[in-house]
């Protein structure tokens, strides 16, 4: 990722999106922006325009957390736009040696793998920030196996969200985790901006994708870390499930698991994956063995 590009025109889209009387400033006359001035920016953060005017064409090298955090307020900010700036600015900075990237071929700690394996009654994997699931347990292969059913390993996420059709019939909130998806992407992009395998990956679904391609221009960031998603499966039918995300922070990793409320058409429906998974030795991985739950 080019972190002046980035810098440029996330903070151009952020400023454009901010109005006068938002920021509680008085307008007059006739505007050419629709949102506030770089002038008024530097205003509402106590800096120069001039100062302020550099910032923004991408120089963040040097910039304090003070006038960062100045910077953040007078653009309101959420917090995970606050910490994709703090990113850009770490990035702008020199290149330390310390710094994770997503590794060419995905590393999962033999404990890791232990404790995907000793969690039954959730679907659980082990994601990076290209949204490859690196390892998953049993009922989380059966929970995405249209995914799993193809030849690509590690299996992407993103990628089959905006190159395959049938993204569209698993998930009919298809427009919102679209956006969702997107966004995480972006604020993964921010913290490794020199991971070429994620560049590698935003280049080429930018090419292939017009939905994709939109979404990304829109500079939008967030955190990846609880929600509630509705997956169409091919055998169990629709389930609504909830997400939460815990960080694997040696690793650059983070685990995933997927959970129904209790008592549930939701919850039975997990339950039966469930048990179709645990049946050994001779599972074959064709959940059209398993009966419908309206059957």
């Not at 006038?67 to 910490?83: F, G, P, V, Y």
């Not at 395998?197 to 979404?215: A, I, K, T």
């Not at 049946?279 to 739950?293: A, F, K, N, Q």
Request: charged share 25%; aromatic share 6%.
């Amino acid at each position: 990722m080019d972190v002046k590009s980035e810098t440029q025109e996330f903070l151009t889209s952020r400023r454009g999106r901010v109005t006068p009387e938002q920021a509680g400033i008085t307008a007059y006359g006739s505007r050419r922006v629709s949102g506030l001035r770089r002038s008024e920016v530097a205003m509402l953060a106590g800096v120069s325009v001039e100062y302020y005017t550099r910032i923004e064409r991408g120089n963040l090298s040097g910039v304090s957390d003070g006038i960062l955090d100045a910077l953040a307020t007078a653009l309101k900010l959420d917090d995970a736009e606050r910490a994709h700036l703090f990113d850009l600015a770490r990035a702008a900075g020199p290149a330390s040696p310390t710094r994770r990237r997503t590794p060419a071929t995905p590393q999962v700690r033999p404990n890791v793998r232990w404790v995907l394996d000793a969690i039954t009654g959730a679907a659980a994997f082990v994601g990076n920030g290209c949204q490859e699931m690196v390892a998953a347990n049993p009922l989380a292969e059966a929970l995405w196996a249209p995914l799993f059913a193809k030849a690509e390993r590690p299996v992407n996420i993103v990628r089959f969200l905006f190159l395959d059709p049938a993204a569209h019939e698993m998930y009919p909130d298809w427009e919102r985790i679209a956006d969702e998806t997107v966004a995480i992407l972006r604020q993964a992009a921010g913290v490794h901006p020199r991971d070429r395998r994620l560049s590698d990956l935003v280049g080429e679904l930018s090419v292939q994708s017009d939905e994709f391609r939109v979404r990304w221009a829109s500079h939008d960031v967030r955190f990846h870390t609880s929600g509630t998603k509705r997956i169409v499966h091919p055998v169990v039918g629709e389930l609504t499930l909830n997400y939460e995300m815990f960080d694997l922070a040696s690793d650059g990793l983070t685990m995933v698991t997927y959970t129904a409320e209790p008592g549930t058409r939701s919850a039975e429906g997990l339950a039966l994956l469930a048990s179709w998974t645990a049946t050994p030795p001779d599972r074959t991985g064709d959940v059209s063995e398993l009966g419908r739950l309206d059957e």
